[in-house]
C-alpha cells in the first residue's frame, strides 16, 4: 500500500526545510532561537507590488492565466532579459512557472532520461541533485573547493563533462557559497561546453541582483551567445523583490525545451497564480529602487558577517561577492567536544549543537555537498546578525 516512486524514496527530504522544522520545534519548546538558516530575504514585499496584487484582485483577475503565463507578464519577462542580460529575446521565447524552483524542476523532468547524467558543481542548491534524482538521472556531482573559490574551473568541468551529459548547472551568485563568476570565468567555461554540443546548460540567476563591491552581473548565454540555442536562463522575483511566498520564476530558453515546459506544467500546476502574475509584473516594470537598497543592506551585512565569523575560534570565511549567504569552513571544530559533552564529528554535529546549545539554526556545509563547512544565510537585522555571532563566538570558545 505505502510503495513509493522509486526515485522519490532515494530522494532527500530538503536540508533547510528540515533546519527550519527543528528551528520551529525548539521554539515552541520555549527555546529562544536566531535562525540563519533560512533562505529568504527578511523584507517585506515593497508595497507597490502588493497594491499592484490587491488591485488585480478587486479588478477580477483571479481566474487561470496561459500555462506559460500571462502574455503582459511574458513581455516584462522579455524586456527584462533585453534590458538587463542582452539577451535578444521576444515574449514567445519566456515561460513563466511557480517559483524558480519549477522552472528548474519542469526544465529537467521535460528533458531527461534513465541513464542521463546532469552536472553538479559543489557545494550546490539542496535542491538540484534531487531533481536529477526524482527524474531518474544521475547527478554527476563536482567538488569545487575554497580554492577555486567555490567555482567550476574548465579543467574540471572539461572532466567531468561525457557522452552521457545532459545538462551543466550554474548558479551565480551562489547559494550557498555566495560566489559569483567573473565574466571571463564563464567565457572559459563557455569555451569547453562550445566543443561539447550535446549538452544544455542551466543558469540559475536567481541571486542576479544580490551582487557586491561595484561587480557586474553576467550570465554564460550573454557571454557566449553561441550557446543560447541551448541555454536555459533561468530567474525569479523571489530573492530580488523579496518575494518568496508569491511563488513566480521564469526562463528563456530555447522553444523546444520551452513547448516542452509548457505541456508538462500543463498537466501540473497550469499557469503561476494569476494574482502573483500581477504583483511580479508590477516588480519587473516598476522602479528598481528597493533592488539597489537591499543590495547595499546584504553587503554591509555581508561585511558585518565576514568579520565577526571570522574571529570566531575555529571558523574561517571568505569574503563571497554576492546572494545572502556566508560559507564558513569549520573544520577546526571537528573532534571537539561542547560543553554538554557532544562531541562534534562532522559539520552536521556543528550544526545541531549550534542549534541546541548556542540557539543559532545554520545549515551544515556538507547538505550543499560539501564539508566540513557551515552556511550561515544573513537575512536578518544587524543587531541580531551581531547577537548570532556573539553566540557562535562563545560556543566556539566553550569547546574542549
Ligand atoms: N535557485 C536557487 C539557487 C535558490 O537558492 C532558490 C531558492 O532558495 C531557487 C532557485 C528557487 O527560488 P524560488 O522557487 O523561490 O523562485
Redesign the pocket.
Known sequence: LQRLNAHLSKAQPSATYRMMDRVAARRASGAKVISLSA?EPDFDTPAHICDAAIDAIRAGHTRYTQVAGMRSLREAVAAKFRRENGLDVAWEDTIVCS???QV?YNALAATLNEGDEVIVPAPY?VSYPEMVQLCGAKPSVVTCGGDSGFKLTPKALADALGPRTRWVIL?SPS?PTGAVYARDELAALAEVLLAHPHVLILS?D?YEHLIFDGATFHTIAQVEPRLMPRTLTMN?V?KAYAM?GWRI?YGTGPRWLLNAMEKLQGQQTSGASAISQHAALAALTGSPQFIREAASVFERRRDLMVELLNQAPGLACARPGGAFYAFASCKDLIGRTTPAGTRLDDDEAVAGALLDEAGVAVVQGSAFGLGPYIRVAYALDDEALADACRAIHRFCESLS
Open positions: 533562505g517559483g524558480g524552483k528548474i542548491w548558479n547559494n540559475d536567481i525569479g523571489s518568496t520564476g
